[in-house]
């Protein structure tokens, strides 16, 4: 902990000298990207704010350092030979923030909020082959009680299925299914998340949160590991700008921060001892709006934008960190699963622009009378950079594009609205399983299905290799649904990601790979 006056440092001085073995308190400080929409993690459909639900919550499942699923508040499950009955049997040593028992009750009581269409989730789909799944969030069916899910005794939960789910051990990991604390909720409402209101069960307990600064959280007393948590504190600071974040870093007032085009290179020499470098489950690409604009009626511009963009050079030249060209979905750190890409992956530039040079005048397109787009992004210098450049690759095949930058908070609520022609993101995966990946293209993912994509074809393959319980056909019908997906052009993957990142020598626990480490496995060598 940093005192911010002589006379504070004075008196712990003197409290240290007296308690004689009393050591100073465990403080790690890391960034948000962004300032958090919520940190209901029913509705969130942000990666940063849910990597904060993770310090404040614990689902039946979880997930160890490297991302391997492992008991949570369950410990112990029994699947049924069919597949269809899921057994938990919740440990009964956990419990609230606030000290109350955490029972199989609270589960229910999220599961049910989570499908109710008046809690207007980001993404319920968790929960797909639960029974009575789709009667309750269409509507149809108003009795909550009717879903998969019940509580035979008080550690004990039973979910129904209507079909085998391989995948369900690792979404059961998700914050969507993460306990919420019934009475908290309903007495406060949309204020439940608020520091003075906030009751969880995980790691850290929430003490405060400065809009556009920073959230505080500190060790929950009444966690179910608490012993092993070693941190005191965790101070999530709000960066926004990437540049200042390495100025931050400097200073010491972050533990870790993720690198940039632009200050890589500083880093590589001035500070290679603390410089870390990793594949990571991630990707970077554009998306086309799928419901509305000229995009979305003809396949041919959105193949002619594929085809023009040069990724060896983007990879190599505009933003050299490492990264690997992406023509598919499914990043190469992913586990058991033949990478799929886009057709044309291995075609010759020259020929892929003469192609789309074609594509373009069919469609009624060209130089002279140029597609103009206005494409959408969250305000960062390298994402602007990289953006030039890919509109610099379009720009001779006939397409103009306007660079429309703006705060994240702006950004979710256009793409939400699907009011925008084209964007930009990086989607990172939160476990080690293709299907991660895949989900967000299903015509009934919500606000994660960004734009709009919707092919009864990928439907069906997605839905038949999710309920397969053959892992081997299990992963060959969703290898299918990708080229599926690939082959209808609605986004343009550009690189898959690789992590370059400083660390503190001070930081202990820290795995480079993963995007979003959890707090309770860091911790701080005094």
Request: hydrophobic share 45%; proline share 7%.
């Given at each position: 902990m940093r005192y911010t006056s002589l006379r504070l440092a004075?008196?712990?001085?003197?409290?240290?000298?007296?308690?004689?073995?009393?050591?100073?308190?465990?403080?790690?400080?890391?960034?948000?990207?962004?300032?958090?929409?919520?940190?209901?993690?029913?509705?969130?459909?942000?990666?940063?704010?849910?990597?904060?639900?993770?310090?404040?919550?614990?689902?039946?499942?979880t997930l160890d350092p490297d991302e391997h699923v492992v008991p949570g508040v369950a410990e112990s499950w029994e699947i049924s030979p069919d597949g269809r009955t899921w057994t938990l049997h919740l440990r009964h040593d956990a419990k609230w923030s606030t000290g109350e028992?955490?029972?199989?009750?609270?589960?229910?009581y999220s599961f049910r909020r989570l499908v109710d269409p008046k809690t207007a989730a980001a993404d319920p789909s968790d929960l797909t082959q639960l029974i009575d799944f789709e009667e309750i969030v269409s509507g149809k069916e108003k009795d909550l009680t009717k879903l998969g899910v019940s509580a035979p005794d008080p550690y004990t939960l039973k979910l129904q299925l209507t079909a085998a789910r391989l995948a369900l051990k690792f979404l059961l990991t998700d914050p969507m299914l993460f306990p919420l604390h019934k009475a908290s909720v309903e007495k406060?409402?949309?204020?439940?998340?608020?520091?003075?209101?906030?009751?969880?069960?995980?790691?850290?307990?929430?003490?405060?949160?400065?809009?556009?600064a920073q959230i505080v959280l500190t060790k929950n007393p009444n966690f179910y590991d608490a012993p092993s948590i070693k941190l005191d504190e965790v101070d999530w600071i709000v960066t926004e700008d990437l540049k200042a974040g390495l100025l931050r870093y400097r200073a010491g007032e972050?533990?870790?921060?993720?690198?940039?085009?632009?200050?890589?290179?500083?880093?590589?020499?001035?500070?290679?001892?603390?410089?870390?470098?990793?594949?990571?489950?991630?990707?970077?690409?554009?998306?086309?709006?799928?419901?509305?604009?000229?995009?979305?009626?003809?396949?041919?511009?959105?193949e002619a934008l594929n085809l023009a963009i040069d990724r060896e050079t983007l990879v190599t030249k505009v933003d050299p960190r490492g990264e690997k060209p992406a023509y598919g979905i499914i990043p190469p750190v992913t586990s058991d699963y033949t990478q799929q890409n886009m057709r044309f992956k291995d075609t010759p530039m020259p020929e892929r622009l003469a192609k789309a040079k074609t594509l373009m005048k069919e469609a009624g397109y060209g130089p002279d009378h140029p597609l103009k787009l206005k494409l959408s992004y969250t305000t960062e210098e390298s994402t602007r950079q990289l953006l030039l450049a890919i509109a610099a690759m379009w720009k001779p095949i006939g397409v103009d594009v306007t660079l429309d930058n703006m705060e994240w908070q702006v950004f979710v609520g256009i793409t939400n609205e699907r009011n925008y022609e084209i964007g930009y993101l990086n989607l990172v995966g939160t476990y080690d399983d293709y299907e991660n990946g895949l989900d967000n293209f299903r015509s009934d993912a919500g606000i994660y299905n960004v734009n709009g994509y919707a092919n009864p074809k990928f439907d069906d393959l997605f839905h038949r290799g999710g309920t397969s319980t053959d892992p081997l056909e299990r992963r060959k019908l969703m290898e299918q649904a990708e080229q599926v997906m690939l082959d209808d052009y609605p986004l343009a993957p550009l690189e898959y990601y690789v992590l370059n990142v400083v660390v503190s020598p001070k930081l202990e626990g820290y795995v480079t790979k993963i995007i979003y480490d959890q707090s309770r496995f860091l911790s701080i060598k005094p």
């Open positions: 004075v008196v712990a001085a003197v409290l240290l000298q007296t308690a004689g073995v009393a050591q100073a308190a465990q403080v790690l400080h890391r960034m948000s990207e962004q300032e958090p929409e919520t940190l209901d993690p029913q509705k969130s459909s942000s990666a940063g704010p849910l990597a904060i639900d993770r310090d404040l919550f614990m689902g039946l499942l028992p955490l029972t199989a009750e609270d589960f229910v406060w409402g949309n204020a439940w998340t608020q520091p003075e209101h906030l009751v969880g069960n995980g790691p850290f307990v929430m003490k405060s949160w400065v809009p556009q972050l533990d870790w921060m993720v690198l940039t085009r632009q200050n890589l290179p500083w880093a590589r020499e001035n500070l290679p001892d603390q410089l870390r470098t990793a594949d990571a489950n991630g990707y970077g690409f554009i998306f086309f709006n799928m419901k509305h604009g000229p995009l979305a009626q003809d396949i041919r511009l959105r």
